[in-house]
């Protein structure tokens, strides 16, 4: 499985440094990693940003900036009473989110700031992330960036490519039960959560991995995409 320390699919830097040098008009591009709970985002995320930072084309030039910084803040699930399907495609802030992002496409350009997640408190953290104006690529990653309603497609029209995770659902499976319990739950809990959350969103999620521009496995090209 690629890694922080594995080296990544040469071509994936490749598509990088285009978006990055497309940027030259002055207009930075986003890149959207999607997929669903478990197949890989973050991971990939963290090997390709460790890779663009090694690269000389791409040192100092790519920004990130997580979907999970827009989750409502638990007051506002709890008054939605949505507390209980946190994650789902409804209990995201989708506007603010999009709004960031056409921030990030703007001219001209501009230093901006955007929440992160604290996943020890489970909460949202204001204005922790901030983007340079000399990033010329954003790279983001969330579930729900192909989503076709809720306000998701806002999102998809700020993404000049998205890349699609995609695993084995039994694998997929046993990373999420494995993540829930390392934070915490207890294993039958952890299952459960898994059951009835994380493999609703998943179901959501595929049906829209024919719209991505790459489809990966494990951080190597599957297939191209839309």
């Known amino acids: 499985?690629?890694?922080?320390?594995?080296?990544?699919?040469?071509?994936?830097?490749?598509?990088?440094?285009?978006?990055?040098?497309?940027?030259?008009?002055?207009?930075?591009?986003?890149?959207?990693?999607?997929?669903?709970?478990?197949?890989?985002?973050?991971?990939?995320?963290?090997?390709?940003?460790?890779?663009?930072?090694?690269?000389?084309?791409?040192?100092?030039?790519?920004?990130?900036?997580?979907?999970?910084?827009y989750h409502l803040p638990n007051a506002e699930l709890d008054r939605l009473g949505r507390r209980d399907r946190k994650g789902a495609p409804d209990?995201?802030?989708?506007?603010?989110?999009?709004?960031?992002?056409?921030?990030?496409?703007?001219?001209?350009?501009?230093?901006l700031l955007a929440p992160s997640f604290d996943h020890g408190v489970g909460e949202p953290e204001p204005d922790s992330i901030e983007v340079g104006e000399g990033a010329d690529l954003v790279v983001t990653e969330g579930n729900y960036l192909l989503l076709p309603d809720g306000g998701w497609p806002d999102v998809r029209a700020q993404l000049d490519e998205v890349w699609f995770c995609d695993l084995r659902d039994e694998q997929r499976r046993l990373r999420l039960v494995q993540r829930h319990?390392?934070?915490?739950?207890?294993?039958?809990?952890?299952?459960?959560?898994?059951?009835?959350?994380?493999?609703?969103?998943?179901?959501?999620v595929v049906t829209d991995r024919d719209e991505a521009d790459l489809v990966l496995v494990d951080g190597r090209i599957a297939t191209a995409g839309a």
């Open 1 to 69: 499985m690629s890694g922080p320390g594995t080296p990544l699919d040469a071509r994936l830097l490749d598509r990088c440094a285009a978006l990055a040098d497309a940027a030259a008009d002055g207009r930075r591009r986003v890149l959207g990693i999607s997929g669903a709970p478990g197949a890989g985002k973050t991971t990939l995320v963290l090997a390709l940003l460790a890779a663009v930072a090694a690269d000389p084309r791409l040192a100092g030039r790519v920004a990130h900036v997580p979907m999970d910084g």
């Open 91 to 111: 209990t995201f802030d989708v506007a603010a989110y999009a709004a960031t992002l056409a921030t990030a496409r703007s001219l001209p350009r501009a230093r």
């Open 181 to 204: 319990v390392a934070a915490g739950r207890e294993p039958d809990d952890a299952e459960a959560w898994v059951d009835r959350s994380d493999e609703a969103n998943a179901r959501l």
